[in-house]
């Protein structure tokens, strides 16, 4: 049965997922500026590198706001359909792997008709995982990123950030964690401003997010910028006079999808398995493929300092296609360089043949 992977945090002791796929990177809190004249749930705004980024305390939502925040509060960074929101949340658990098998949904009517009634009681929630020990509530994102869209292209918005003297004529509680000490509050700021960097390079996010796929029993990590789900694979169209590592096609909800197996890339051996049954489907660039693996085992959020160079003990040729290593589970796991991989000339398909 397919699973979808759902990163779990507090909020006032509820626990909540969201699709760890649309997840970019989670970071300790910084200073936010707050902005007038919007609803309760927007917190303010934070620099990101250059880019805005609308930050959002979603128990403001649910009718139990926070009375205030903390240095070890986090945010988390998350993109849908291009568009990114930070979620200002307690604490960050784990990871879990969910099926929709595990996944309530009797509340969607209830949420439904309150939708209806023009009601704010949780239209973001899509349902409840029962968990062993624990209820998860699942947020939807794509209503949650379409609203706070709205509110972030409205005028008044529009007007904050190109005059910033409105703030002086808002009603709004216009300081941020105002019970904060001042050594508290100098942190706050040193986050932001630290935040406010420009980087060329990933070492710079708070945690890179990676799913961790096994290929002859060795672990290997792709970055989940570029996954787009996890798939049962049922039936492969072979393609005929393609290499060897071409698997062939799948029809993936009608999309036609080659699968890629990249052992050969990595001087593994590829005699071991002559049937597929996972895969994970990818997008570098214009390109995506599925490629296969023996077993996806986790979503991992990696600090950049774990991450090392390639070792030179490595198989030769293995390190072109590799950005580092680090430790997973009393091992070493491989960074994968898709990008190298599928845009080598032997990958392409032709379709005279």
């Given at each position: 049965m397919e699973k979808t992977p759902y990163l779990i945090f507090k909020l006032n002791q509820t626990s909540y997922g969201i699709n760890a796929l649309a ?9 936010i500026k707050p902005i007038p004249d919007t609803p309760d749930e927007i917190v303010g705004v934070i620099n990101l590198r250059g880019q805005l980024l ?300």
């Amino acid at each position: 049965m397919e699973k979808t992977p759902y990163l779990i945090f507090k909020l006032n002791q509820t626990s909540y997922g969201i699709n760890a796929l649309a997840v970019q990177e989670i970071f300790l809190l910084p200073e936010i500026k707050p902005i007038p004249d919007t609803p309760d749930e927007i917190v303010g705004v934070i620099n990101l590198r250059g880019q805005l980024l609308v930050i959002l305390d979603l128990s403001y939502r649910w009718g139990s706001p926070t009375s205030d925040y903390h240095l070890t509060d986090s945010i988390i960074v998350i993109e849908w359909n291009q568009f990114r929101v930070g979620l200002l949340v307690h604490q960050v658990d784990e990871l879990l792997m969910i099926s929709a098998a595990e996944i309530s949904t009797e509340l969607s009517d209830f949420y439904s008709e309150k939708k209806s009634q023009k009601s704010s009681v949780c239209p973001w929630i899509i349902g409840i995982a029962k968990l062993a020990d624990d209820f998860v509530m699942l947020i939807e994102l794509k209503r949650l990123i379409s609203e706070t869209k709205i509110i972030q292209n409205s005028e008044v918005f529009s007007e904050i950030t190109q005059d910033q003297t409105i703030l002086n004529r808002s009603k709004k509680n216009l300081v941020f964690c105002p019970n904060a000490t001042p050594e508290e509050r100098q942190l706050f700021r040193e986050r932001a401003k630290n935040l406010l960097q420009e980087t060329q390079t990933q070492d710079f996010q708070g945690l890179i997010p990676l799913a961790i796929a096994g290929l002859n029993q060795e672990y290997f990590g792709i970055l989940l910028s570029i996954v787009k789900e996890f798939i049962e694979i049922h039936n492969i169209t072979p393609i005929p006079c393609t290499p060897q590592h071409i698997v062939g096609n799948i029809n993936l909800r009608g999309e036609i999808v080659t699968l890629v197996d990249v052992r050969s890339f990595l001087n593994l051996s590829t005699t071991q398995k002559t049937t597929f049954s996972k895969a994970i489907i990818v997008q570098v660039d214009q390109i995506i493929s599925g490629l296969i693996v023996d077993e996806v085992f986790d979503i991992v959020y990696l600090n950049s300092a774990t991450i090392h160079s390639n070792p030179t003990a490595l198989r030769s040729g293995q390190n072109e296609y590799l950005q580092g290593t680090a430790p997973y589970k009393q091992k070493m796991m491989s960074i994968l360089d898709l990008k190298k991989i599928l845009t080598q000339e032997e990958l392409i398909v032709n379709e005279e043949v």
